[in-house]
């Protein structure tokens, strides 16, 4: 079976300190990888994906990640914090036996201090 | 284009009451899905469509039923409400997962439900 871990519950940073989200999984084959963020009061949005190809995946609002096989990890990074970006991140993985089934994290928070 | 669109944004249900959750996308995805949003439990898949007349189960689909007559519309329906299906819902939707691009699922703004 597929599972993601997101081993904090949130992420405290300093308004342009580099920031990272943590993100393991488990996935028998190649693993789809997904990065969504959720303002308050809204739906998921977008962020960022691994498929295919290079392992440092560029998306949103200068956010990155970086698909490291041998860890099974797909950690979010951001050089340089916004107080706007704090929110709440999920990092997503797509069952490889079912195109429609995906596992979420529980999800991080993250607080961007001035 | 209005992307996912969800309605009603809130409910309150007494025990046993039922009630359906709409859910419309008009970006011509043909797949889309249910989840639920319970605190620090992340997203749970309750079922999904991979297209007009198809759908099948996710993880925590007991409690739930679903249909998919048209492409644009994926409803979820409640039968005998109880308390563990306090949460909040959003509804989904994208082209095939498979594609190598555009495959990411567009979320609409959610349904706070509670059941008292």
């Known amino acids: 079976a597929q599972s993601v871990a997101q081993p904090e519950d949130q992420v405290n940073v300093a308004e342009g300190n580099p920031l990272t989200v943590k993100c393991t999984y488990s996935?028998?084959?190649?693993?789809?990888l997904f990065w969504y963020v959720q303002y308050p009061n809204r739906g998921l949005q977008f962020l960022l994906k691994?498929?295919?190809?290079?392992?440092l995946v560029k998306g949103s609002y200068g956010f990155e990640a970086e698909f490291n096989k041998s860890q099974t990890s797909f950690h979010l990074k951001k050089p340089s914090a916004l107080v706007s970006d704090s929110a709440l991140y999920f990092c997503?993985?797509?069952?490889?036996?079912?195109?429609?089934?995906?596992?979420f994290g529980a999800g991080t928070q993250v607080v961007v201090t001035p | 284009n209005a992307g996912v669109t969800q309605t009603p944004k809130f409910r309150i249900l007494k025990i046993g009451q039922s009630m359906t959750l709409q859910c419309t996308q008009d970006?011509?995805?043909?797949?889309m899905y249910w989840y639920r949003q319970d605190p620090g439990m992340g997203l749970k898949l309750i079922y999904y469509?991979?297209?007009?007349?198809?759908?099948d189960k996710g993880e925590v689909p007991n409690g739930y039923n679903v249909s998919r007559s048209t492409t644009e519309d994926f409803p979820l329906r409640l039968e005998l409400a109880a308390p563990s299906q306090t949460s909040v819902y959003f509804c989904?939707?994208?082209?095939?997962?498979?594609?190598?691009?555009?495959?990411?699922?567009?979320f609409g703004p959610g349904t706070r439900l509670t059941v008292l």
């Open positions: 970006m011509n995805h043909n797949y």
């Open positions: 996935v028998s084959g190649n693993p789809y």
């Open positions: 469509s991979v297209g007009a007349g198809i759908t």
């Open positions: 989904a939707s994208s082209y095939h997962p498979g594609l190598a691009d555009y495959n990411e699922q567009f």
């Open positions: 997503a993985v797509r069952e490889s036996d079912s195109w429609g089934k995906f596992q």
């Open positions: 691994y498929i295919t190809g290079d392992n």
